[in-house]
Each structure stands twice: as structure tokens, then as C-alpha cells.
């Protein structure tokens, strides 16, 4: 089997490109814990002395051609004692052929609900950019598809929403980064080719237990939900120890299986590592998928770094 054909195949999974497409899953994280304003805009910290930082790879199913691969980037940061917000970047592309960028602005509404609970409700807003480059492909039917004829190169607005319940020990959210449905393509020739980034809904929640003075017991859990796609959901099982090294495991439903692990390499400073192991059948064709992040914390009190762990 040819590169140029399985890339085509690959490019028919991710876009859909059947009559009229209608499923098209967002990129999907395993750390997501730890990349919470990405997916949520409503995502808050309660914590008025830092600026956070954090930027996550991920390469999936390493080995296979055109294989995706996606990096985000997140600051965050509390503004007044009730106004968070930030800005959130996610690239998202396959090998070198479809390419997508969402940068947004973010700002969440912190609402106290007792000494010990809060909920917030945020909405992210900016733009998407798309762009394609069929340039590499080889067709061995003498006409190509028409999908494929062009490159396109083009720009969406977009607004996203969520709301975040959290205490010091727990959150729930459930967000829809994106609103709008953006047209990546239309009807061509007489041909319907149209391809649609439809709205995912995102339901999250975490638990931190302490297990004894140095040991915690970190529970969490993800459901994306896509009309016309199946349900994808993420358990998973992390324990922390003396509030430094973290490790556990991950299970994707029909999916992957995953190991995980992080380290607050310094007092302001968190890098993370994730592998996926794929069990579906595509499991044949790569192995395995890579996701790396790395935290930062910079002070915004002039007496230095004092803070208490970030636990989502």
C-alpha cells in the first residue's frame, strides 16, 4: 500500500469526506487535567498571585503516514476577585497536508457559592484558520476527486462557552470550545463535498484524596460528545506523591490505554509525559501515540514564588 494512499485514508478519517460529512472529532488530549483552559473557558484558579503558563504536544499514532499531531498554548489569570481569563491557542494538523489553528481570547466569571465552593461561567471568542496542500498527493485515477483539486486556505470566526464548579479538592465542568459551524467545504461540481467542524460538547471532572500527608489519589474523567461521532471517554487514575511526582494511568474507551507521569521539576515549574497505547485496530498501522506539557507559574507578588500546588 502506497504512502499517498494511506495518507488519503488518513485524510478521509479525520475530514469525513463522504456525501455530506458530519462528524469531525477536535484533537484529543490524555493529560487534559492540566489543559483545562484550552477546553473550558470558565476555567479558574482562584489564585491572585500568578500568571499560568502551559503548552502541550502530542504526536498520534507514531508510524502511520499523516499521522495528526497537535500543540496548544494557555496564560491565564485572575484580573479582579471575580474576572479570570486568558488567552488559549490550539494548532491542530495532519502530516503536512491539512493545517488548523484556533486562537482565542478567554474570559471567565468567577460567582462565590460558599466559603469553600465556587462556579464560574466563561466564554472564549476569536478564530479559526484552515488551510490544506493536496500538492504531494498521486491519484491513479486519471481525474481527481474533486475534493482534492485545490488547496484551500481560509479564516472562521468562532465563539466557545463553558461553566466550571470547583473547590479545593474537586471540579466539574462542561464546555463547547466551539459554537459556530464553520464550512471547510462546500459543494463542488455537482458534488457534494462538504466538510463541517460541527460543535463538541466537553464534560470533565477531578478529585483529589488524601491518602495520608504525602500521598494523593487524583481521579478524573473526560466525555466528548459529537453528533454523528461515537462518544469518547477518558478515566483516569493519577496518585501523587509529596506533592511532587505524579504517575498513573488512563483508559479511552474502545480506544487506548495510557501510562502517565509529571514532575514539579521546581517550585514554579511542572513537565508531564503521557503514552498511549492504541487497541482499536488501528492499533496495527502505528505505535502508539506521545504527549508531552509543561506548566509555569510566574509570580506576580514582589516578595517571591509562594503558592499551593495546582492540582488540575
Not at 479570570?84 to 482565542?104: C, F, L, M, R
Request: proline share 4%.
Amino acid at each position: 500500500m502506497s504512502n499517498a494512499f494511506l495518507t488519503y485514508k488518513l485524510l478521509l478519517m479525520f475530514l469525513g469526506l463522504t456525501c455530506l460529512m458530519q462528524a469531525q472529532q477536535d484533537p484529543q488530549f490524555t493529560q487534559y487535567m492540566y489543559n483545562m483552559s484550552v477546553l473550558n473557558p470558565a476555567y479558574s484558579t482562584a489564585d491572585e498571585t500568578s500568571l499560568n503558563l502551559g503548552t502541550l504536544y502530542r504526536t498520534q499514532w507514531v508510524g502511520s503516514v499523516g499521522g495528526p499531531s497537535t500543540g496548544t498554548f494557555f496564560a491565564h489569570t485572575k484580573f479582579t476577585d471575580r474576572l479570570e481569563g486568558g488567552i488559549s491557542v490550539i494548532h491542530d494538523q495532519i502530516g503536512d497536508v491539512v493545517k488548523e489553528t484556533n486562537a482565542y481570547i478567554d474570559v471567565a466569571y468567577v460567582i462565590p457559592v460558599n466559603d469553600k465552593a465556587s462556579v464560574s461561567f466563561g466564554i472564549k471568542a476569536g478564530a479559526s484558520f484552515f488551510s490544506t496542500d493536496f500538492s504531494g498527493f498521486i491519484y491513479s485515477d486519471p481525474l481527481p476527486d474533486p475534493a482534492f483539486a485545490e488547496n484551500i486556505s481560509r479564516t472562521f470566526p468562532n465563539i466557545g462557552a463553558g461553566a466550571y464548579y470547583f473547590t479545593d479538592h474537586y471540579y466539574v465542568g462542561l464546555s463547547a470550545p466551539n459554537l459556530l459551524n464553520s464550512k471547510h467545504l462546500d459543494e463542488d461540481s455537482g458534488i457534494v463535498t462538504e466538510g463541517a467542524e460541527n460543535i463538541h460538547l466537553f464534560l470533565t471532572g477531578g478529585y483529589v484524596i488524601n491518602l495520608n500527608d504525602r500521598l494523593k489519589l487524583k481521579p478524573a474523567f473526560m466525555t466528548k460528545y459529537v453528533n454523528g461521532a461515537p462518544l469518547s471517554i477518558d478515566i483516569t487514575a493519577n496518585v501523587l506523591f509529596n506533592e511532587k511526582i505524579e504517575a498513573g494511568v488512563g483508559y479511552r474507551f474502545d480506544d487506548s490505554v495510557s501510562g502517565l507521569i509529571n514532575l514539579r521539576i521546581l517550585p514554579n515549574l511542572r513537565v508531564g509525559y503521557a503514552y498511549d497505547y492504541t487497541l482499536s485496530n488501528l492499533g496495527r498501522f502505528n505505535s502508539g501515540s506521545h504527549e508531552v506539557f509543561l506548566l509555569f507559574d510566574i509570580s506576580r507578588l514582589t516578595k517571591g514564588y509562594d503558592k499551593s500546588p495546582r492540582f488540575f
